[in-house]
């Protein structure tokens, strides 16, 4: 069983969040704590980030992170941006510098509804393991703008 690598996906992100930023920096900033990546300059909207450096082309898929933490329960992707407060969730693939820009609200309404009889899929870390699910961007369809940057 493959262990996920935390630093190889930091620097994925990091990489993403830099060329994210760069594409809308007349309408972001860096958020300066841990609760989100960016906030709009205007209305100080909290902007989350999600990265995938999957080739968009080769899946229809998303994976939405439900738990950071499975063994303490600790929320993950659109559950821990909704719960610091974030008003949008980015999907992001660098790769083919494609974004699907989602309400975070609405998004977890929909994965709640849409996901909950799923299996979760688990993401072993060393020490802990997160788990998700790969969901359809079609059942998403409705809710999220596609963005070319």
Known sequence: MKIHDFQDSLKVGTAAEKAFLEALDEYL???????ADFMFKATGEL????SDSYDLAKTENVFMERYSD??????????????????????????????????TAELVHRLETTQKDNQLIYIPNRGFASAGWKVSRDVLKDLYWEIKL
Do not use: I, M
């Open 29 to 35: 900033a860096p958020y300066p704590k841990r609760a």
């Open 47 to 50: 902007v989350e980030l999600k």
């Open 70 to 103: 499975v063994l303490r329960r600790k929320d993950g992707g659109p559950w821990q941006s909704l719960g610091h407060g974030v008003h949008h969730y980015v999907y992001f693939f660098p790769r083919n510098r494609t974004c699907f820009w989602f309400n």
